[in-house]
């Protein structure tokens, strides 16, 4: 093995309800009726993608809606949320992290999420985990499609100059897991 790539956010630290209530919230001020509690929300995670989940919510429910503009909405009151609070890494990410730095393997963040959020992230670890920890971290202005498009491992594998079968990933949504399985 000669890289660990994390998935997503949500491979390092648990952040499920911070964004769901703020994906609540984003409804709220735009004037939606949306609400989203965690066993709807539990059944939504299972697409990758929150612009995704509300477009596909919206027309499920027959509205028109900017997706865009509520994601945009969304990610600056998860961000204000997750900024202001600090959030241990998930159980046995530290213990992975030590292993790969101690045995000189590399360390890939292969995230398509914002570059906003990415910081945000680093920021509620409080130092616990470190962006130079990290020999590739992705974000969403790398790649043309989204997970569960496979762009940003392919991105990530090139940039590490590595092939699929030299990395183990670890995702948190198998859809985007399975994809991941025909890479080069």
Partial sequence: MKAVLFGSIGTLIETSDIQR?????????AGLDWYW???????LLK??????????FAEKNNTNVNAKKIIERKTQIYN????STIISPREGVLDVLEYALKNKIKIGFVTSTTLDNIDAVFKTLNNQIKKNHFDFIGN????????????IYIEALNSLELNSS?????EDTVA???THLTLP
Wanted: with cysteine.
């Fill in 140 to 151: 969403n202005t790398l790649i043309k499609e989204a997970k569960p498009a496979p762009d």
């Fill in 176 to 178: 985007v897991s399975y």
């Fill in 21 to 29: 209530e703020s994906f609540n919230q984003a409804f709220k001020e």
């Fill in 80 to 83: 204000e949320k997750i900024n």
């Fill in 166 to 170: 030299d990395c183990i990933a670890i």
């Fill in 47 to 56: 697409k990758s993608g929150g612009t995704k989940r509300i477009e596909d």
């Fill in 37 to 43: 509690d965690q066993e709807d929300y539990t059944k």
